[in-house]
């Protein structure tokens, strides 16, 4: 069936510098793209999302890519804080609908002070 | 606090008995969806509501479990003898569907539940 992975289980990154997370996904009807970010013991908070009409979204300190072509997905996160140690799941929908997403299994992104 | 919110955040429970979840999805969302979610993997969709209508069940909701919102408020996903494999974390999420716009899904803190 049609499966959203990580390339990655884990990342370090040094304070200050930025991350680049990134995700493949396997079903080219998937139309919508969100990043979530979840700490320990909370549940996912949403982080950014992108339609497949769009190649390029930036929001606070964030970006995200999609390449359709190769059906991938990154998340960029600048100038990194230790608030920003956390796991991070990428998920696909139908833009539509959006009924149900489905998840990868998510990077851990340590900042190192 | 306007977030979603899930009751009770802990529950330890013993191998056969009944457990019931709550969810209060935030004001005036008219989805509200159901996750599980195990350690070390990324949430599975369980099912969904439109208003008061489940819409969608995922082959991962065996007979066992049972979710309704009989008022399209708030929520509540029952799960009947239980067995260690429930073990997880179960989480809602809510939306505001409306037409021609993507609706974001928002999550809850979830309800951890210890089969013994």
């Known amino acids: 069936g049609e499966s959203v992975g990580l390339h990655l289980p884990t990342l370090s990154v040094q304070e200050g510098d930025n991350s680049i997370i990134n995700c493949a996904y396997s079903?080219?009807?998937?139309?919508?793209f969100i990043w979530y970010k979840q700490e320990s013991g909370k549940g996912p908070q949403f982080i950014i999302d992108?339609?497949?009409?769009?190649d390029k979204r930036q929001g606070q300190r964030v970006t995200v890519l999609l390449n359709k072509t190769v059906k991938h997905l990154s998340l960029q996160i600048a100038a990194t804080q230790p608030g920003d140690s956390a796991v991070y799941f990428c998920?696909?929908?139908?833009?539509?609908?959006?009924?149900?997403?489905?998840f990868g299994t998510g990077t851990r992104l340590t900042i190192i002070p | 606090d306007t977030g979603v919110s899930q009751n009770p955040r802990h529950k330890i429970t013993k191998r056969g008995q009944n457990v019931t979840f709550r969810c209060d999805p935030i004001?005036?969302?008219?989805?509200l969806y159901w996750y599980r979610q195990t350690l070390g993997q990324g949430p599975e969709f369980l099912t969904y509501?439109?208003?008061?209508?489940?819409?969608?069940k995922s082959r991962l909701l065996s007979d066992r479990f049972s979710a309704e919102r009989p008022k399209g408020s708030f929520s509540t996903l029952e799960i009947q003898r239980t067995e260690q494999g429930d073990s997880a974390m179960y989480l809602c999420a809510s939306s505001l569907s409306t037409s021609g716009s993507t609706d974001t899904q928002y999550f809850g803190p979830g309800t951890r539940l210890t089969v013994l």
């Open positions: 509501f439109q208003n008061e209508a489940q819409l969608e």
């Open positions: 998920a696909e929908s139908r833009e539509f609908g959006n009924e149900k997403l489905t």
């Open positions: 004001s005036e969302h008219n989805r």
């Open positions: 079903n080219s009807a998937s139309d919508y």
């Open positions: 992108i339609r497949s009409n769009m």
